[in-house]
């Protein structure tokens, strides 16, 4: 049999490199790591430092140029790692214990790079570099004190100055970044706080705090479907996520409680409506643009169940929480009408014009500004007391009842001062029969005329007893009045020639 010839693979010795040889090389990479970082080409200058760590692991120097080129590419965690490994290698060496003092103030932890600084100090009494350093951790670390407390008192606008403050000193600080965006969700400033978190998700899509600020917007911008599904992103991420726990809850509790409110109004259930919405306001004081429609709808069912000027008050707190909610503007401006304050009615109408100019509200505000001059005449159907819609017989059986009660010779014996009241409220009872009872005064008056000024009493030919006596019939009336202290609204009495 013929022999077959097998190659066997052959075992190489590994090639052991010299340390000096390594160190050689390290050195080499390092340096052409110092020509790019000077550059400003940090993505080598990291390239060969990872390339002479790589050659000697074992020195700090090459983690502290990597550190600080890892800095200059805004990645403070990886500089951070680099730079602790530094100070590992090396306990004595100042520039790591700086850049790691560094990186731990950008990130925010102001407490850790205060000890940073403070190694440095100990290490170097005289250090300006750390000194200053140690001051901005102090002032980071107020800063961040001063957040909290206002939080807690729910002065969203210091906790904004504040982290703005703190961020100038920690750009990398996401906790910091997170915070202030929920402070502006909180202040109705959502896109500059959607735009907080959507940078932070850019980054880390699985940040949990940003999908829970993100939410947060929506949220707060009702638009509560879209809410959950970020909240309950964000509770995937972190199932201990508290604040988003609470907002996810909340969020399906005023969807659920809203839209049983707008239920029970369909089918006129308004006490029910008024109740539900009453208790849809007590979920979230936070979420302003929904606690605002709250208010709009339960003075909308309020107003159907005559509480107008609840219906008010309820309006003008929508308006409160959102100043350009034009359906609130209008609601209250028609309770307004229905309350007969017209120039409060007047002013709403305005406001809704000047911001939609449309042909509807421009005839409300006509309305509104008739009724207004209206109002300021003299209100004959008042003086009658009869109802605007009162007919020909209601109108006279109201004259003869006041022109009665008015008349001057009935008050004959009382004091001066009451003559003049009652002659006063007897030509008015007149004035208002004459418009009232004539079709064609009746009419230009409840078309907003002011008859005084047309003229209708001027020039002598009214006289409130010739109306008495034309509608009584003859010169006298044919009525007698008991003009005794004793005397009654109905102490008067025929007399029969």
Do not use: W
């Not at 990398?172 to 959507?198: N, T």
Request: charged share 30%; hydrophobic share 35%.
């Amino acid at each position: 049999m013929a022999a077959v010839d097998i190659d066997m693979p052959v075992e190489t010795e590994p090639v052991i490199r010299d340390q000096d040889d390594l160190e050689r090389e390290a050195e080499g990479f390092k340096e052409q790591g110092n020509a790019y970082y000077s550059k400003k080409d940090y993505s080598e200058a990291f390239n060969y430092y990872t390339k002479a760590i790589d050659a000697c692991p074992r020195n700090a120097s090459y983690y502290g140029n990597r550190a600080a080129t890892l800095m200059m590419l805004s990645r403070f965690r990886e500089a951070l790692e680099d730079s602790q490994q530094a100070v590992r290698l090396d306990d004595c060496f100042m520039k790591g214990h700086l850049r790691e003092g560094k990186c731990h103030m950008s990130l925010g932890n102001g407490m850790a790079a205060s000890r940073c600084f403070q190694k440095v100090l100990e290490l170097d009494l005289n250090n300006k570099e750390a000194k200053q350093e140690k001051k901005n951790a102090a002032v980071l670390l107020e800063y961040e004190k001063m957040a909290d407390f206002s939080f807690e008192k729910r002065d969203f606008r210091k906790v904004v100055y504040c982290m703005d403050r703190a961020l100038a000193l920690a750009p990398a600080c996401h906790r910091f970044k997170i915070h202030k965006a929920e402070c502006l969700a909180l202040l109705g400033r959502y896109p500059e706080a959607q735009s907080v978190a959507s940078d932070i998700l850019r980054m880390d899509s699985t940040n949990a705090d940003a999908l829970y600020v993100r939410g947060l917007c929506l949220y707060y911008e009702d638009c509560i479907d879209k809410a959950v599904q970020f909240f309950i992103q964000a509770l995937r991420m972190a199932p201990d996520h508290e604040k988003a726990r609470l907002a996810c809850r909340n969020a399906k509790a005023l969807k659920a409680k809203k839209e049983e409110g707008n239920q029970a109004f369909k089918i006129y259930n308004y006490e029910s409506a008024y109740v539900l919405y009453t208790e849809a306001l007590a979920i979230d004081p936070n979420n302003i643009k929904t606690n605002a429609k709250l208010y709009c709808n339960r003075a909308t069912a309020g107003a159907k169940l005559k509480k107008l000027n609840q219906a008010i008050d309820d309006c003008t707190s929508a308006i409160k929480l959102d100043d350009t909610y034009i359906k609130a503007y209008l609601r209250r401006a028609q309770c307004y009408m229905d309350t007969e304050q017209y120039e409060e009615a007047v002013r709403d109408y305005e406001k809704v014009y000047q911001t939609e100019k449309t042909s509807d509200h421009k005839h409300l505000l006509k309305t509104a500004q008739m009724e207004l001059k209206k109002s300021k005449r003299k209100d004959y159907y008042k003086v009658l007391g009869v109802g605007k819609n009162a007919t020909e017989d209601e109108i006279k059986k109201a004259y003869r009842k006041r022109a009665l009660m008015h008349h001057p010779d009935r008050h004959s014996g009382a004091a001066p001062e009451v003559q003049k009241e009652e002659e006063k409220k007897f030509k008015e009872v007149g004035e208002a029969f004459t418009v009232l009872s004539d079709p064609k005064k009746k009419m230009r008056y409840d078309n907003g005329h002011d008859l005084e000024d047309d003229g209708c009493f001027e020039g002598g030919d009214f006289d409130a007893n010739n109306i008495f006596r034309a509608f009584f019939g003859g010169h006298g009336g044919g009525f007698s009045f008991d003009s005794s202290p004793d005397s009654g609204p109905g102490n008067f009495f025929f007399q029969f020639g």
